[in-house]
């Protein structure tokens, strides 16, 4: 089974720490923090094919999962990630039941999916060194689908319940723009739409996490059960840091 997913099945709470400057040495740095997982943006972060590996390689040597956002839940980059070597993904802007099953689909070879084999050519098949990959991959998936619009919000039930989905996953920073709070996801409204959420995720059985603001606002939501948090990112630390200390000299 998944590492991250089993450690969510026995509601262990994971702390994890989110990379955004597509850099495997300051990721090879955030390793070595003690963090439960990093996240590998694909999204927003201005990662290439080549700049994930790099990350991946880095830190995997670490006693740290390794979860890759791709850009969008689509079968095409979804078969290049897991192919590089990454085994938890987190998919963004998932928004129906027919959505989640197809990014299920894009994870699992045939006949249950519509996976592409690359064989050998994988990093993830140790280059073919693992003779089962084929038939143990799904195995080893991890899965993770974001809720941040009004439509995923509407359809959570729905998502969690598809076969192969392992939890959910809040944005706030989307789900503020959504509910017309854009850049403010500490707004009244957006924290009572995201209790809610969590409640609805968890009433169903289904593991739930968050990109919290920080790390008080972490505390609160692993009190209210999520499973998972990013408690900051890679940038928000040297920027802050790097502000502090010249501040420092004034
Ligand atoms: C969001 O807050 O919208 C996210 O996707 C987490 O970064
Ligand atoms: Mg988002």
């Not at 990093?123 to 693992?130: K, L, N, V």
């Not at 968050?210 to 009190?223: G, K, N």
Request: charged content about 15%; overall charge negative.
């Amino acid at each position: 089974m998944n590492p991250m997913i089993a450690a969510l099945s026995q509601g262990r709470p994971l702390i994890g720490l989110w990379q955004a400057l597509a850099n495997a040495y300051t990721a090879e740095i955030c390793a070595s923090a003690g963090y439960d997982w990093l996240l590998f943006d694909g999204e927003h972060a201005p990662n290439t094919l080549q700049t994930l590996l790099a990350q991946l390689q880095a830190v995997s040597a670490a006693p740290v999962e390794a979860v890759a956002r791709p850009p969008i839940g689509e079968p095409t980059v979804i078969k290049q990630y897991l192919d590089l070597g990454f085994r938890t993904l987190l998919i963004p802007m998932m928004e129906s039941a027919e959505q989640a099953a197809r990014v299920v689909a894009a994870t699992r070879y045939p006949p249950t999916g519509l996976r592409g084999v690359a064989g050998s050519t994988s990093r993830a098949s140790r280059f073919g060194a693992d003779t089962n990959y084929l038939s143990t991959a799904h195995e080893h998936l991890g899965l993770i689908l974001q809720i941040e619009s009004r439509a995923g919000l509407d359809a959570i039930e729905a998502i969690a319940a598809v076969e192969g989905v392992d939890a959910l996953f809040i944005g706030p920073g989307d789900l503020a723009g959504a509910l017309g709070h854009l850049g403010n996801p500490r707004h009244p409204d957006v924290q009572t739409t995201i209790d809610a959420a969590i409640k609805r995720t968890l009433a169903v059985g289904c593991p739930v996490g968050i990109f919290a603001l920080d790390a008080e606002d972490a505390r609160r939501r692993f009190a209210q059960g999520v499973t998972f948090a990013s408690v900051g990112t890679d940038i928000g630390l040297l920027a802050g840091g790097a502000r502090a200390l010249r501040r420092a000299m004034d």
